[in-house]
Nanobody, 122 residues
Framework: QLQMTESGGGLVQPGGSLKISCTPS????????IAWFRQAPGKEREGVAL????????SYKDYVKGRFTMPLDNAKNTVYLQMDSLKPEDSDVYYC???????????????WGQGTQVTVSS
């Protein structure tokens, strides 16, 4: 399984920024597709950003487009989620996941770590 470990969550004020990180366990990120998801209590997990390994393109869900970016640092073998202009509704547990599919759909990501909590509140 492609295990990932998330870190860097915390409390941030509305309108603020936060950068969370994700590192793989025993494999190189650049060879796979990577995605960020989030989940609130009692709700289904939803996609946030998806990096396709086949062409290195990144797509974002509409509710974060223009506010979130997903930089990859191959030298550090780490993927980030840079979150700007945060809103209270962005408060969730954030997960990253890897897929062997180079042109994946959201459902191709099915391995989860412990996640990292992001809380947006004044």
């Amino acid at each position: 399984q492609l295990q990932m470990t998330e870190s860097g969550g915390g409390l941030v004020q509305p309108g603020g920024s936060l950068k969370i990180s994700c590192t793989p366990s025993g494999f190189k990120l650049g060879l796979y597709s990577i995605a960020w998801f989030r989940q609130a209590p009692g709700k289904e997990r939803e996609g946030v950003a998806l990096f396709r390994g086949t062409d290195a393109t990144i797509s974002y869900k509409d509710y974060v487009k223009g506010r979130f970016t997903m930089p990859l640092d191959n030298a550090k073998n780490t993927v980030y989620l840079q979150m700007d202009s945060l809103k209270p509704e962005d408060s969730d547990v954030y997960y990253c996941s890897a897929s062997r599919f180079l042109q994946p759909i959201w459902a191709d990501f099915d391995t989860w770590g412990q996640g990292t909590q992001v809380t947006v509140s004044s």
